[in-house]
């Protein structure tokens, strides 16, 4: 019988097939731990700002606005407001007063749980529906737990506390009832107009020589092809970003910048068939100057892209360390 290699081992194929898939899934790993730890550095107000938006703010929005440097936080707060104004011919923002006057209301009403009343599961319920309709509470019954009951017309919602200590966790429900309830959810992260995808990148510094007193690589920017903006000219699509980085030591000294302007034209059928893909920016790194002590500090690089079609320009600011 012929021995099995690696390449014929069924081990090997099977990793082999799943291969892209555990690639994205280490990716996606090194992405939310990169966030987490943004997170764990954000001010106290921009934290408060987080946590009280988390039903609302889209994947996409909480990844930009941990990416943003801290001095852009703010007007991105401003701006994710007005984006879900319903009238912004009037001065007052209904859903901003409305949303905020809900979570006040949940953190007076269910604290006690060992955090904030908003991030408890009756605060969940209370900010996305309202007050209900009709609150039935039931002391402690035979199985030794205490329940509320919350109604929004015919449609009910249990929480039990188990120890009758004041902690309710919200309890199964059928399928009709959580399609209701991520329907609520899906209408307060969309009740603002998105005619495309929001404008967003990847930088990524990638290493190609690394040595005493230099170190050489580049630093690569990716923009899915689905959230450009063209001009349309002559029957082919047209824009251009502008970029600007620049990477500082752990003083704030600059050490690093580069600037520059990447065209991009295509006609209708390369779009479609770019849809899915990235269009990558790339620029060359190259230190010589006190690589030895850079290589033991922690580095900030600040990027701005702008596309010129729109105007609409997002900084980012990533730290990280060489690679040797």
């Known amino acids: 019988m012929k021995p099995l290699n690696d390449k014929d081992s069924p081990v090997a194929g099977v990793f082999r097939a799943l291969g892209p898939a555990l690639l994205l899934l280490a990716l996606a790993a090194v992405s939310a731990c990169r966030l987490y730890n943004i997170e764990r550095k954000l001010t106290p107000a921009h934290s ?11 994947r996409e929005e909480r990844k930009i606005f941990l990416e943003l440097p801290e001095t852009d936080k703010d007007a991105f707060i401003e701006e994710f407001w007005k984006r879900r104004d319903p009238d912004t011919d009037t001065e007052r923002n209904e859903y901003r007063v409305e949303y905020e006057d809900r ?13 904030p009343g908003w991030l408890t599961d009756r605060g969940r319920i209370y900010i ?29 919602v249990v929480f039990v506390d188990e120890h009758c200590a004041g902690d309710f966790a919200m309890k199964a429900i059928n399928l009709e009832h959580l399609q209701e309830l991520n329907i609520a959810q899906g209408y307060f992260q969309k009740t603002f107009t998105q005619e495309k995808k929001f404008f967003d990148y990847e930088v990524a510094i990638q290493k190609i020589r690394a040595e ?11 923009i899915p092809y689905a ?31 580069a600037q520059d302007s990447f065209p991009l034209t295509l006609d209708e059928r390369e779009l479609k068939e ?23 500090q922690k580095l900030r690089l600040e990027v701005s892209v702008k596309n010129t079609t729109e105007g609409e320009e997002l900084r980012k600011a990533l730290e990280f360390r060489l690679k040797f």
């Open 227 to 257: 959230t450009i903006w063209f001009t349309f000219k002559e029957e082919r699509l047209e824009t251009a970003f502008v970029i600007k980085a620049v990477m500082s030591d752990e003083s704030g000294r600059p050490i690093w910048e």
């Open 128 to 156: 996305l529906f309202g007050p209900p309709s009709e609150r039935l509470t039931y002391p402690m019954d035979a199985t030794g737990f205490c329940r509320e009951v919350w109604y929004y017309g015919s449609f009910p």
């Open 48 to 58: 408060d700002f987080l946590s009280k938006a988390g039903y609302i703010i889209t």
């Open 274 to 296: 770019n849809r899915s893909r990235r269009f990558r920016m790339e620029f060359p790194l190259l230190l010589d100057k006190d690589v030895g002590r850079l290589k033991n």
């Open 212 to 222: 005493e007193g230099v170190y050489e690589g580049k630093v690569a920017i990716d």
């Open 103 to 115: 979570v006040e209301k949940a953190g007076s009403l269910f604290r006690g749980e060992g955090r």
